[in-house]
């Protein structure tokens, strides 16, 4: 999916209005579109999707004060039910960031921020947590770049990582949607978990705050999770 195509299709999802009934009963956390479950698919037929919304990269441990990163995202990936009951997967396969504003991160010489994504794809599995069910995600890479005239001046890796005592994934939960105008999103909450500055063993460590919504690709589904 190319980038522009995934820009240009956010603007034309609040058009579709599905109505979508009561999540579903118990067991392991799965998919759903406009209702159902997502029928178990091998792994050649994932549900492609895509998620949008301004996301916070906030500076909580070894960083100066106040040092944030917020941007408008849009991601495309894609879903699925395995077999045998188990829980539902995904991948992360793009992100685009946009407008990105920053405070106390970058030196005061810079004059622009991004974010760019490496190590995609990332990927995803569905997780109960008491009532709450959460998208934990792991191999997550994010590089705030600090441009000067155009050039990146310097740049910080911001990761998860399975040997963290900390950081080991993002897991943000999951809350039902009712429409395409009120569509299913992730909300990272203080318990969805922080990333850690490669390299740094936890010593400089953000969390994430905001949402994003979440829509199926091909017809505009209304995605969600029980």
């Known amino acids: 999916m190319s980038k522009k195509l995934l820009l240009s299709v956010c603007p034309l999802l609040a058009t579709a209005g599905l109505a979508l009934g009561p999540p579903a009963a118990q067991g392991a956390p799965l998919w759903h579109a406009n209702g159902p479950p997502i029928p178990p698919s091998p792994p050649e037929t994932p549900t492609p999707v895509i998620a949008w919304g301004t996301l916070t990269l906030k500076i909580v441990a070894g960083g100066p004060p106040g040092g944030e990163v917020t941007c408008h995202n849009a991601l495309a990936g894609d879903v699925s039910n395995p ?12 992100l685009v960031t946009a407008e990105c504003e920053s ?4 030196p005061p010489s810079a004059t622009g921020t991004m974010v760019t994504p490496e190590s995609l794809p990332w990927p ?10 959460r998208a934990k995600t792991t191999g997550i890479k994010l590089v705030v770049e600090c441009l000067k005239g155009g050039t990146v001046e310097s740049a910080i890796g911001f990761v998860t990582n399975p040997g963290s005592a900390c950081c080991k994934a993002l897991q943000p939960m999951f809350k039902h949607g009712t429409s395409a105008l009120h569509p299913g999103f992730v909300e990272f909450d203080p318990a969805s978990g922080e990333v850690e500055v490669e390299g740094s063993v936890g010593a400089i460590r953000a969390k994430v705050e ?17």
């Open 83 to 94: 077999a045998a009951g188990s829980a539902g997967v995904g991948e992360v396969e793009e």
């Open 103 to 106: 405070s106390s991160v970058c």
């Open 124 to 133: 995803l599995e569905l997780v109960a947590s008491g009532s709450v069910i």
């Open 210 to 226: 905001g949402e994003l919504k979440y829509l199926g690709f091909t017809e505009q589904e209304i995605i969600n999770v029980s």
